[in-house]
């Protein structure tokens, strides 16, 4: 077993479980329950609550969050969540999960990634009890809820018309992250490192290890992602001993890996026009290659190239067909032997499409 993990392996102990204090209700070992946590008022006539649900394991075992919607125009995670409680083996499961499908409420019922005032709650963490509604969120969210886990995945989304391959972003200088992202098993793992304010921050300085799904893009459902997003985190689940391993043939092949990239970055229209994109998902380019042609509806003015600043695979696109001077457009990972990457990143289109 990897040393790294072995303090999932740790809490497992085979003991049973006790009763835990969660907002005020007592669950014991071996219960599910919904529950909704009070949030920060805005009107006096208008509370709002976060849908939270918690699976208790009758053993001992390590505490997972599981958290989407931070930014409330994303979906996909929603659906993740829906259906991973609905899979039968976590009533088997050691230890606790804690899932919340909605954290930014407010955001998800005006389909918006802001809180009032226009603040980002993704960038408010740790909160204040008494700031702005973003750090009142930040800091319920906080104390409630993350402080009690040992283990944090969070689901997110592309921007609105950016589709994103299925990927893990985390902080790999903190080894545990890496062996975790290995074993949730997406096409690309990037390294990010965390800034402050953030949650992946505030994780790091409390030695919470913290990974972040993303997929898809906002105000949409892709299949694909959804399905992808439940498999790995079936996989995590297993890999920290909340649940047994795979039997033989469980696991995904090893010639479809993960592949980790260092460097992520998007490309940047010159101009405004109509975007004539010749990549996709998943393709290789290499330094100087055309990405896409942009040209003006009416054919006033000449056409523009966008072009490759170094060589590496499409992992985000913008689709929206027409574009302004400066929108990100494509999205590039840089890996240390792009050739052998882009195969393997190949691979798990083909297994992408099978889902």
Same mark, same amino acid.
């Given at each position: 077993?990897?040393? $790294?993990?072995?303090?999932? =392996?740790? +809490? ?21 329950? #919904? ?25 001992? !075992? ?8 931070? *930014?409330? /125009? ?11 409680? @609905?899979?039968?083996? &976590? ?20 389909? #918006? ?16 009890? &008494? !700031? ?12 409630? $809820? ?14 609105? /018309?950016? /589709? ?15 062996? &975790? ?10 390294? /990010? ?11 790091? @300085? ?19 992602? $959804?399905? +992808? ?21 469980? =696991? ?36 100087? %290659?055309? &990405? ?14 966008? $072009?490759?600043?170094?060589? !590496? ?11 302004? =001077?400066?929108?990100?457009?494509? *999205? ?10 882009? %195969? ?7 297994? %992408?499409?099978?889902?």
């Amino acid at each position: 077993m990897n040393e $790294i993990l072995r303090r999932f =392996e740790n +809490l497992c102990t085979g003991k049973k479980n006790t009763k835990i204090k969660f907002m005020d209700t007592i669950i014991s070992p071996g219960e599910s329950v #919904s529950l909704a946590l009070p949030l920060p008022e805005i009107l006096g006539y208008a509370p709002f609550y976060m849908p939270v649900k918690v699976i208790h394991g009758k053993t001992r !075992g390590p505490c997972l969050l599981v958290f989407a919607t931070m *930014r409330g /125009n994303e979906f996909n995670g929603m659906e993740i969540i829906k259906r991973l409680m @609905q899979v039968p083996s &976590l009533k088997k499961i050691k230890g606790t999960i804690i899932a919340v499908p909605v954290l930014n409420v407010f955001g998800t019922m005006n389909r #918006s990634k802001f809180v009032p005032g226009h603040h980002l709650l993704e960038t408010s963490f740790p909160g204040k009890e &008494l !700031g702005d509604y973003a750090s009142r969120l930040a800091d319920l969210f906080m104390t409630e $809820i993350f402080e009690k886990c040992d283990c944090c995945v969070e689901i997110c989304s592309g921007e609105l /018309n950016h /589709n994103t391959m299925s990927q893990v972003y985390t902080d790999l200088t903190y080894g545990m992250n890496k062996e &975790l992202a290995k074993a949730f098993q997406v096409s690309v793992i990037t390294g /990010n490192r965390p800034i402050k304010g953030s949650l992946q921050f505030e994780a790091a @300085q409390r030695d919470i290890p913290m990974l972040t799904y993303k997929a898809g893009e906002a105000m949409r459902f892709n299949e694909k992602a $959804i399905k +992808l997003g439940i498999r790995g985190l079936m996989r995590l689940i297993r890999n920290i001993k909340m649940l047994p391993d795979y039997k033989k043939g469980g =696991e995904i092949k090893e010639d479809v890996r993960s592949v980790f990239s260092e460097k992520t970055n998007w490309v940047f229209t010159q101009r405004s026009g109509i975007a004539h994109n010749y990549k996709k998902l998943g393709d290789k380019v290499s330094s100087g %290659e055309l &990405l896409s042609r942009i040209s003006e509806p009416l054919g006033s003015f000449q056409e523009v190239d966008v $072009i490759a600043p170094y060589e !590496g695979v499409v992992v985000g696109i913008n689709e929206m067909p027409l574009v302004y =001077e400066g929108e990100a457009l494509y *999205r590039i990972a840089s890996f240390d032997h792009n050739e052998e990457a882009a %195969e393997r990143v190949q691979d798990w289109v083909d297994e %992408e499409s099978s889902i």
